[in-house]
């Protein structure tokens, strides 16, 4: 094992020591076994704050290995500060190869976003959750909502869409939206836009999630069916946007908005950053100088 | 721009140094010693190691420098380098009436054995500005009572408990103790591991909630039998040594405090019990923790649940400030592409809603 000498203190491969990520590991079997269940762990501190992805973090380290290549994203972007920071505490306590390809990475950690390319085989995401619970918002209480999932009553959770679909036409959930696993239990899958809810279903790579501060693992196995919920008459649909990115000229991906001055002027581009980047690299007719923004 | 497309790793580098600048303050000014934080600002020290988790001076002080006197920063600093620490075991309990006391009062009796004994304490100090502090000084030396060390007095719990009139204490399980940082809380929560939880608690949060209680909101009727400040040793029974062997002391503060209870079906008139321990010394910690343990005790003691003191989810899952301030400083972060999500909501719900009104219009015309 590979032990770090950071002059005061020395600290294991991947910060955590064997046993908490023995512990870790134990907690994601046993997710991967009942797809879409939360399985207590007993979370650590860890050196960034909770609410910053530390549960993606410990899985991370407990399934991270001196060969893997790692991908940090946040908002679909390597290169915002807490992908960065996590990205760089990854590099400094594993020594791991770290990349922003999506094709290239064999763990990619991710908050709010799956990323456009398709995963493959082999490779796993590890999505960071605030809020594991997807009744926390209609049942406060954890002794309520894991009865609730014991005897698998989600009406609750219908209801409150159905409500939606009453006051506003449609189902006003445009983020975490929930998902059904396996036909069994009601999941978040974290706040991801629902757009990206259709890429869990029958996902090739293995999907983990961590929530650290709620102390909760749960995972999708590959090639496990994940549903929106929603009704017959009001089929669940993802948001579609009107233009193609600015920058690459994608269309059905994601797009953030960006504003590019006072006067109501914007621009939409990938939110996808590495998507972006690969195609206009693939477009012989994009300069060079076009793929920043500053 | 926080979150340029590019440019996040040079900003995160250089928003680092402006900030060990920062903390350094003046270079001309010399720099705080961490004997000197352990030494002058010791009871930030003490609140640093109780909900730190954590009994060393020196890492808290080192914690509440680098954090440039942040105490909530400072426990984080404490309780991420604590989690990484091995464990042997769990130490024998310790005996808080073998205490060497500095300071140990009763509000249920007047003279008790013992006597009152004040020690180090704000209490009845005028709260008035001392210019004098300003500059350095040199105190008078301090009384010392006895010469030799005192009998250890008896706790006043013990005195009630000699007469049957408070409930009785409950037996040592004899198993490990619960321990909330190597197993996920699931509640309900046992009275000990519900303890341990409070006495790691935020001391803001905990005060609060101990003070609506006796502001109406689960009202206990409390009464402080007795607060102990002192030292006690701390042993660990290692088998390879044969028995107990002492690892050192720490300093403590307890609180029991004897709360009113006329009864219930499940339990018979008498005074019950309210318990608050932190390291260091913290008597508005002990108490506020003591309040909340009573309060919490409703089910138990078969008491209506009113107030969001008696809550245990409510309470021991927002105890922790590090996890509190974690997660809503955790708002900072970029969530642009959730708020996408929510501005093609609205501009689509606003939409319909000018169509409507537009159709209504119409139909008044």
Known sequence: MTLQDTGLAAYNFAYLDEQTKRMIRRAILKAIAIPGYQVPFASR???????????????????????????????????????????KFFEKTAGVETTTRTGEATVIQTRHRIPEAPLKEGQVLVYQVPIPEPLRFLEPRETETRKMHALEEYGLMHVKLYE???????????????????????????????????????CAALQLFGAGREKR?????????????????????????????????????????????????????????????????????????????? | MYVAVKGGEKAIDNAHRLLA???????????????????????????????????????????????????????FLVRAYRTTLPRFGYSEPIDTGDMKLERRISATYKDLPGGQMLGPTFDYTHRLLDPALAGETVPDAPERRFEEAPEKPMRVSDILAGEGLIEPDGDPSGRDPADITRTPLEFPLERETRLQALSRGDEGFLLALGYSTQRGYARNHPFVGEIRIGEVEVEFEAPELGGASVLGRVQITECQMVNQFKGSAKAPPQFTRSYGLVFGQSERKAMSMALCDRALRAGELGEDRVA???????????????????????????????????????????AEHAHRAENMQEAAE
């Open chain 1, 217 to 294: 693992i749960y995972a999708i196995p590959p090639y496990t069916s994940v549903v929106s919920l929603d009704f017959e008459d009001h089929p669940f649909e993802v948001n579609r946007f009107e233009q193609p990115c600015a920058l690459c000229g994608a269309e059905g991906v994601y797009l953030d908005e960006m504003i590019l001055d006072d006067k109501g002027g914007r621009m939409f581009c990938c939110s996808d950053t590495d998507f972006c980047e690969e195609r206009r690299g693939e477009a012989e007719s994009v300069s060079a100088s076009n793929g920043e923004i500053v």
């Open chain 2, 308 to 350: 969001a003191a008696q809550d245990e989810e409510f309470v021991i899952s927002h105890s922790d400030n590090v996890q509190a301030t974690g997660f809503v400083e955790h708002l900072k972060l970029p969530h642009y592409v959730d708020f996408q999500a929510e501005l093609e909501l609205v501009r689509k719900m606003r």
């Open chain 1, 45 to 87: 501190e860890m050196p960034m704050p909770y609410g910053w992805g530390t549960g993606g973090v410990q899985v991370t380290a407990s399934i991270i290995g001196p060969e893997d290549v790692l991908k940090v994203i946040d908002q679909g972007s390597d290169d915002t500060t807490n992908a960065v920071s996590i990205r």
């Open chain 1, 164 to 202: 939606d679909i009453a006051r506003n036409g449609h189902i006003a959930t445009t983020y975490a939206y929930p998902v059904k696993v396996e036909g069994r239990y009601v999941m978040d899958p974290s706040p991801t836009p629902k757009f990206d809810n259709p890429k869990m279903d029958n």
């Open chain 2, 21 to 75: 600048d920062r903390r350094r303050g003046d270079p001309e000014i010399s720099e705080l010693s961490l004997d000197q934080i352990s030494g002058q600002l010791s009871l930030a020290v003490d609140r640093v190691m109780s909900e730190g988790s954590l009994y060393d001076r020196e890492l808290a002080a080192l914690a509440i420098k680098q954090a440039r006197g942040d105490l909530i920063e400072a426990i």
